[in-house]
């Protein structure tokens, strides 16, 4: 079956810190990946998505590449920003599969 | 933006009583989906719906259960609601069945029964 392993938060930086949350997957078949955010109080957003190996999803500052060999899609930023405080979730989805599969959630605090 | 809601926002109620939380999107969307979120923040798939009249339950079983009888609404019901049901739920849907489709969630019921 299909899984998701992510890094074990919780995660604190300081603003402008470079952010790394790893992400790594097992599945059948070729699954799109994604990465969500959820801000407090709030549900959870896609933040960037890649259908194809090489890949790389991009979005507000944020990027991560899909890289079949090593079956991993880890979330990078240059400069977090304490705007980005949220609990980041890594996720795929293979065809057919019917739903989508989640990882356990990172959660990000960055301090000023 | 995504157009999908949930009402409740938030629910105190008392042991033994029946609950709707009530879900509605505007996307058009065939597909929907609850889940159930630990205070730990992990995501736990309980019921989920290709379209009209088709439920399904996910990995978690769970006691509540899930109507379908308009495309745009997907109220999930607990007959007798414990504190063991303590919890948020998130409703989401999606365009269609293919695996680059993108889940658009609800903002979230954050329940407590005493």
């Known amino acids: 079956g299909n899984s998701v392993t992510q890094m074990e938060g919780p995660v604190t930086l300081s603003e402008e810190a470079f952010l790394t949350i790893n992400c790594t997957y097992t599945?059948?078949?070729?699954?799109?990946l994604f990465w969500y955010v959820q801000y407090p109080g709030e549900g959870l957003q896609l933040l960037l998505k890649?259908?194809?190996?090489?890949d790389k999803g991009s979005n507000k500052g944020f990027e991560a590449t899909y890289r079949k060999e090593t079956t991993s899609f880890h979330l990078e930023k240059g400069s977090v920003q304490v705007s980005d405080s949220a609990v980041y979730f890594c996720?795929?989805?293979?065809?057919?599969?019917?739903?989508?599969?989640f990882g356990d959630g990172t959660t990000l605090t960055v301090k000023p | 933006e995504a157009d999908i809601y949930q009402t409740p926002r938030y629910l105190v109620i008392g042991t033994g009583k029946k609950i709707t939380l009530e879900c509605s999107q505007t996307?058009?969307?065939?597909?929907m989906y609850w889940y159930q979120q630990d205070p730990g923040m992990e995501l736990h798939l309980i019921h989920y719906?290709?379209?009209?009249?088709?439920?399904e339950k996910g990995d978690l079983s769970s006691e509540s259960t899930v109507s379908r009888i308009r495309t745009e609404h997907f109220p999930l019901t607990l007959e007798s609601a414990r504190p063991s049901h303590t919890s948020q739920y998130l409703c989401?849907?999606?365009?269609?069945?293919?695996?680059?489709?993108?889940?658009?969630f609800g903002p979230g019921t954050r329940l407590l029964v005493l």
């Open positions: 996720a795929l989805r293979s065809a057919n599969a019917g739903k989508s599969t």
């Open positions: 719906s290709y379209g009209v009249n088709s439920t």
């Open positions: 890649a259908t194809k190996a090489d």
């Open positions: 996307m058009g969307h065939d597909k």
């Open positions: 989401a849907s999606s365009a269609r069945d293919s695996r680059a489709e993108t889940q658009y």
């Open positions: 599945a059948t078949g070729y699954p799109s």
